[in-house]
Each structure stands twice: as C-alpha cells, then as structure tokens.
C-alpha cells in the first residue's frame, strides 16, 4: 500500500489539468497513489484524466455525472483513500518537486504533528510571480490565526494529514460552499485537539485567475467564512464570543485606542480559554501573547509603530541591561 493519497478534485480545467497533473507525477517522492475526481465538467478535462490515467497506474480516476462541488468531489476522493497520510492538489495549481517529500518527511519525524502544510508562491495564469507566501510555522500561531482571520494560516489544499483525523465522513461539509475546509481545520481543533504546522519552503504555485472559486464566489465566500469562525469560536464559551466583533471587522487594519484596548482584552481571554480547552497546550500561551502584541501592533497608526520600533531599539534596550 502506497503511503500518500493524493486527491485532485477537477471541473472544467482543460486549460490547466495536465499542468497539475504533471507536477505530482513528478515529485521526488513517488509512493502515493492519485484519486482524480471529476466533478461533471463540460470541457475536456475527463478525456485528459482518462490519458493520463492509461499511462500511469497510480491514478484512479472517478467522475461525478453531473457538477456536485468541491466538498462533494474532495469527499468522493477522501472515501476512497487508502493511504497513512492524505493531501490535496487543486487542478489549476502546481505543486513544485519536493512538495510531497518534505512533508512526509515532517510527519514521520514529528508524532505529535498532525497536518503539516506548506508556504507557496501566488502566480499570474502565466505562474509568474505575484507575491511568495511566508505561514506561520508553529500550531499556536495557526490557531489563533485561523480563527480571527487576522492573516492567512494555511494554504488548504496542500496540506497532509493523517488519515487517522478523517475517519468521520463525509469529511467536508458539502453544503458550504466556499469555506469547507476551514470548517474542517477548525472542527480537527477543537473536536480532535490536532496540531498543525507549516513547512517554510515555497512548495506550491497558488495561481490566481477568473476561472478559480475564489475568485467566482469571492462574497459568498467571505460572508460563510466569517460565520464558520464565529461558530468556531462559540465552542469557546464567552471568550470565544466576545471576541466575534474581530472576526466580523476582517481586514483589523487600524484600530482606535479603546478598540485596541478591547482587543487585548478579549484576546487574552481567548488564549486562556484555547489553553483550557486544550486547543492549545499551556507552553504555547507565551507564544500566543507574544503573536497577539504583534497582531495589535499591526493595527496602530503608522507613527506610532516607528515610535514603538525606535523605543524598543533605543530605550528599552538600555533599561534592560
């Protein structure tokens, strides 16, 4: 048996199928098998899935008569998994040689890892380079950020889990559309106390154009989002709940002075209540303060910050030696 699964959903990506395809077939680790799901697409991308297939026996293909949506086709995929570990791929993206490699690699080495995912590089429909993509490394980090939406934590589709988190099916809600998989990953922390991390090599080619779903349902998709998190937060109890408002003013650009205030309030009772329920561990609540000084530094006016950066240099430098 193949130690990595790796499940493709597919609709209509005739432009782009082969590309994705290619990319896994290429990788420098090669034990996996290739669940392609064929979500009733309308162009030609069934006929290259079936090539590719003939070609390649570590492909299985499937295909949904008509279009059911990405929960419903990445569901279709995971069933029939077999693999330790399970990843994704999307069929417009690439995923760069030792993508599966080093993932694996952290996972076999780190027992208490449960999902380890991967920095990646935005990408014109040309994959030239528009932006790289540095995630947080360590569980903490992810989980607050994945909560409050305060910055990206996770690129989803890339990300390996052991398969032992995805017994439960079907694994993504297929009634959401847009946001399944931020309703997973937040159901695996607070349902199964998972623990995530991020490679910080660029393994994967994001490539952004009008055909993705981002970018088809971009409002549905933030306003289902939002309330994932807030129902995520919720499972908190009063912490989780006072602290909606965050959630609800995505992007927390600027702050007043009593909004920031509130904040670091709130914050804190959330990271308490994190570190009580288990979502995260007590050694982490360092670490999750120091993140939420700089969350809220990030949200002060420009002058402010250069004062706070000089002080630190300059003053408190001095007074701490």
Request: charged content about 30%; aromatic content about 8%; proline content about 4%.
């Amino acid at each position: 048996m193949p130690l990595v699964s790796v499940v493709m959903p597919v609709y209509n990506s005739e432009k782009f199928v082969a590309e994705a395809i290619e990319s896994i077939l290429r990788q420098t680790f090669t034990d996996f098998e290739f669940l392609i799901v064929d979500d009733g697409s309308t162009d030609g991308s069934l006929a290259i899935i079936q090539d590719y297939a003939e070609r390649d026996t570590r492909i299985r293909y499937f295909n949904h008569a008509e279009n059911r949506g990405e929960a419903a086709a990445r569901n279709t995929g995971m069933a029939h998994a077999t693999c330790k570990y399970a990843t994704g791929m999307d069929s417009d993206d690439v995923s760069l040689p030792e993508r599966l490699e080093k993932q694996v690699e952290l996972l076999e080495s780190r027992p208490d890892i449960g999902a380890v995912g991967i920095s990646d590089r935005t990408c014109h429909e040309d994959l030239t380079l528009i932006h790289t993509r540095q995630l947080p490394a360590r569980h903490p980090v992810i989980a607050l950020h994945l909560l409050l939406f305060t910055r990206t934590a996770m690129r989803s589709s890339p990300m390996m889990l052991r398969r032992v988190y995805l017994e439960r099916q079907p694994i993504y809600d297929p009634s959401i559309i847009g946001g399944s998989d931020v309703d997973l990953y937040l159901r695996l922390i607070s349902d199964r106390r998972i623990r995530y991390a991020n490679l910080p090599e660029e393994l994967y080619l994001y490539r952004r154009h009008e055909g993705t779903m981002t970018s088809r349902n971009r409002a549905i998709t933030r306003k289902t989002v939002v309330e994932i998190r807030c129902n995520a937060l919720r499972r908190l109890g009063a912490a989780g709940a006072d602290i909606e408002w965050i959630v609800r003013k995505h992007p927390l650009t600027k702050l007043n002075w009593q909004e920031r205030r509130q904040a670091r309030r709130d914050i804190t009772r959330l990271i308490e209540a994190m570190v009580a329920r288990k979502w995260v561990e007590e050694d982490d609540e360092s670490v999750l303060r120091a993140e939420m000084e700089k969350l809220l530094e990030s949200t002060t006016p420009r002058y402010w910050q250069k004062f706070l950066h000089w002080y630190r240099r300059r003053i408190a430098s001095q007074v701490h030696r």
